[in-house]
């Protein structure tokens, strides 16, 4: 093969294409959408960091009143309502504690579906469940975009963009350039290889580019900060694309007539980007693992009245706390709401079980869907995935269980606990991948493999 004259070919078929009458129209468009998804996704990540900005000002103006009241509890000065010692409970024990998420520079890259999570959480032992009673926050652009990010545009709209480039029309393909092209190319088939080739190049290096300028405007400490993450996920977007692209190819090859591939690409994209998911998830939840959950809260109620009703409760405490004084009275109400909150915690462990086997079942069907695919890898890259949020999820729960084993055996001894020295407000931050990890590479692979296959296909009868 003359790497010369292929090069000059690839250079005729950038003019075919820049001569188009769909190209402009696709570029305006394909401009217009990632500029729009990279607003949202940046608007929605603005609105986040300020949503948990007031919620650290106000539980650090919590947390000043907390520790004023702790002073002139042990001053003796506080109101006579709050001088019994077994009010302690209140001053400590129902101190709420809170922890956020911090997003990472690329959040806005896949930040649409993260607000059906919460990104903090407060809680207390007067509230048992961590996970519990904070209402969700809504996207502010969800009236005009709804969900739409970075990452939703790529596996959604970029496709569909893309079609008008593929399947070339009658007088892109009787001029007289073209005739030169097919001459020289000896073969069909890699005459249409080469365009459909060219043409991709050419909308990925558009798209790529106007991503690249959308982030150094959005988030410029990506490229220091986080430039493997930028790689990774540009280089997704590229072989997901090169997936549809193999799509246009195949069709072309059939020899079908331009509305009738154009008809085959959308229902593919139809069946790969919305029927798929939906099955993906029904049958990955009826697979995985399904608690009585019914049967587990009318257990906790059983439980609860019991312990209503067990006079030894307060012995059974002191001896497990090694207290001792005789505790007071207000023992057996912190013991009913420490008996609930490990219930709860195991409640919690189970649930956090059948979401981890859900998800794992999900991702392993998800490596058949190009756009699940993608959108997982954009997501891991821009650290809004599952993962990212069920390991805040377990900090959060890991926080609140030794700030409650330094608080409540102090309590039941008339101890200080010291609790209010700890800071009010914890960060978590999903620790970035120093590395591409083995299922980073297979994803990525399992993207640009459909285009591999087709291009040796159409290339498997050259003479």
């Not at 020289?184 to 088939?189: I, V």
């Not at 086997?357 to 695919?373: D, G, H, K, M």
């Not at 120093?434 to 296909?457: E, H, K, N, Q, R």
Request: glycine share 6%; net charge positive.
């Amino acid at each position: 093969m003359d790497l010369v004259q292929e090069c000059r070919l690839f250079r005729h078929e950038i003019v075919l294409l820049v001569r188009s009458p769909a190209f402009w129209p696709s570029l305006i468009l394909t401009a217009v959408a990632i500029s729009l998804a990279a607003w949202n996704g940046s608007r929605w990540t603005n609105h986040l960091a300020e949503v948990q900005e007031r919620m650290t000002l106000e539980q650090e103006s919590r947390w000043r009143a907390h520790r004023e009241d702790a002073v002139k509890f042990e001053q003796g000065t506080l109101d006579p309502a709050y001088s019994d010692p077994t009010d302690r409970y209140t001053l400590y024990g129902w101190t709420p504690w809170a922890s956020r998420l911090e997003q990472r520079r690329l959040a806005f890259l896949a930040i649409g579906q993260s607000d059906i999570r919460l990104s903090y959480r407060i809680t207390s032992p007067a509230v048992p469940n961590a996970l519990g009673h904070q209402s969700e926050i809504q996207n502010p652009s969800a009236v005009v975009l709804g969900r739409l990010d970075l990452a939703r545009c790529v596996t959604l709209v970029l496709p569909l963009l893309l079609l008008p480039l593929l399947l070339t029309s009658s007088s892109e393909t009787s001029g007289a350039l073209s005739h030169l092209i097919e001459v020289h190319s000896g073969s069909a088939r890699l005459t249409f290889l080469r365009r459909i080739f060219a043409r991709w190049c050419c909308f990925c290096g558009i798209a790529g580019l106007l991503g690249l300028a959308l982030v150094a405007i959005l988030s410029p400490g990506s490229f220091i900060d986080e430039p493997l993450g930028l790689l990774i996920a540009l280089v997704a977007s590229g072989g997901y694309l090169s997936t549809w692209a193999a799509v246009g190819l195949a069709t072309t090859l059939q020899g079908w007539s331009g509305t009738r591939s154009a008809m085959a690409y959308a229902l593919l994209w139809f069946t790969a980007c919305f029927l798929a998911p939906a099955s993906i998830d029904r049958i990955a939840k009826a697979r995985g693992p399904q608690p009585a959950s019914p049967l587990q809260v009318l257990e906790q109620r059983v439980q609860d009245r019991k312990l209503g009703t067990r006079p030894s409760l307060a012995a059974d405490l002191a001896a497990e706390l090694g207290a001792t004084a005789p505790l007071p009275d207000m023992t057996n109400l912190a013991a009913r709401v420490e008996n609930i909150r490990r219930e709860n915690r195991k409640r919690e462990v189970a649930s956090a079980h059948q979401l981890k086997e859900t998800n794992s079942r999900a991702l392993a069907l998800a490596r058949f869907v190009p756009p699940l695919l993608a959108q997982r890898i954009l997501q891991h890259v821009a650290g809004t995935d599952a993962q990212s949020f069920l390991a805040f999820e377990a900090s959060h729960r890991a926080m609140g269980e030794r700030r409650v084993e330094r608080t409540l055996p102090a309590l039941f001894r008339g101890e200080d606990s010291n609790v209010l020295d700890l800071r009010p407000v914890e960060s978590f931050l999903p620790p970035p991948d120093s590395s591409i990890s083995t299922s980073t590479v297979l994803s990525l692979l399992y993207l640009v493999l459909p285009a591999g296959l087709v291009s040796l296909w159409s290339v498997r009868s050259r003479r």
